[in-house]
């Protein structure tokens, strides 16, 4: 599953390393691999504090864990996973304690807004379509547009099947062009 075969190499390197107790291997994982976990919990959570949060909850998982992962898979898929659970655990807690609130303004029409105002409101429209895809959706858009990872690589992080992966961006572009706002996919 991992992209670049010389990587899988070096990761099973470094986690043999750790499992021998060498800690500065860990390091190596973690300046190779925050940044992409960063930004995957930060389009999953849409909160900067939480990604930050995150990335440090989930290499220390990683780290408690390193002796359950297995070397037929790849190694980002693993991490992957774990950043996912991690974010769905966030987001069933941030669900269940957040209340629910409307808002009534409307944003301003085209006609009666700076160009700075129209950019900003079809940003929020953006935003807000966002927000409106389901977890999945996410994940898949994210790893498919943002981490350039294949159907294949995306059907193992997620443990769904490859056509699902298919179906999933297919969906995606159909509520795009309706919207015609997602220029993501």
């Not at 944003?107 to 950019?119: D, L, W």
């Not at 997620?158 to 919207?179: D, F």
Request: glycine share 4%; charged share 30%; hydrophobic share 35%.
């Amino acid at each position: 599953m991992c992209k670049r075969k010389g990587e899988k190499n070096i990761a099973d390197k470094e986690i043999k390393q750790i499992l021998e107790g060498d800690s500065s291997a860990f390091e190596a994982i973690v300046k190779r691999y925050e940044n992409n976990i960063y930004k995957y919990c930060y389009f999953l959570l849409g909160n900067e504090e939480e990604a930050e949060d995150g990335v440090q909850e989930i290499f220390i998982k990683a780290f408690f864990q390193i002796q359950s992962f297995r070397y037929d898979k790849s190694f980002a898929g693993w991490l992957y996973t774990i950043a996912l659970n991690h974010c769905r655990t966030v987001l069933r807690k941030r669900k269940k304690w957040q209340e629910v609130i409307l808002n009534l303004v409307k944003g301003p029409t085209e006609y009666e807004a700076s160009p700075e105002k129209v950019y900003l409101s079809k940003r929020s429209c953006l935003t807000e379509d966002y927000k409106m895809l389901s977890e999945a959706e996410k994940s898949i858009l994210i790893l498919h547009t943002v981490e350039r990872y294949t159907f294949v690589e995306i059907s193992n992080i997620l443990n769904i099947r490859t056509s699902t992966v298919g179906k999933g961006l297919s969906v995606l572009k159909k509520k795009s062009q309706k919207r015609k706002i997602m220029k993501l996919v």
